[in-house]
């Protein structure tokens, strides 16, 4: 059994309770979103090259639902192994599944003794149609990884 992982729920003064995902067995911005229908829910920092490590998330939301953040950190990611460097150089991280595909430029990976050791990233989204389209990601993604649907409260 793989070890457990928990999304972490931060909730700022200004930011309201939101729903998170924890282990267990729309008009949007064509810059940021597309309808390609050929990839399962995954998350890729190359195009083509799935990250096989699961993130920690945290959400946060707006208490009238107009934008929210998700912050992803991923432990050791794939993407750093040298297997993978020939695949191509990290651009941002890519959302892909069914409905199509939400990026964000926002990557910075942490390094220790000149070595990558993590990556984290944000997905900022404006509205509440992001906000629910992420959503729908995250309940494919999590079902794809072993992650469960928990309501905050």
Do not use: C, H
Request: proline residues 7%; hydrophobic residues 40%; without cysteine.
């Amino acid at each position: 059994m793989s070890p457990l992982r928990s999304l972490l729920l931060i909730i700022p003064a200004a930011m309201s309770a939101v729903d998170a995902f924890s282990p267990s067995s729309p008009t949007l911005p064509p810059s940021r979103f597309s309808t390609s229908l050929d990839a399962e829910a995954e998350i890729q920092f190359v195009r083509g090259l799935e990250e096989k490590v699961v993130p920690d998330i945290k959400l946060t939301r707006a208490r009238d639902g107009s934008s929210g953040i998700a912050t992803f950190r991923f432990g050791n990611p794939n993407v750093f192994d040298a297997s993978t460097s020939s695949q191509g150089e990290v651009t941002g991280m890519f959302l892909v599944d069914e409905e199509g595909e939400m990026t964000t430029s926002d990557v910075n990976a942490s390094f220790v003794n000149g070595k990558p050791q993590s990556i984290e990233s944000t997905l900022v989204m404006n509205s509440p149609a992001e906000w629910d389209r992420f959503m729908r990601f995250m309940e494919r993604y999590g079902e794809a990884n072993g992650l469960g649907f928990n309501k905050a409260g």
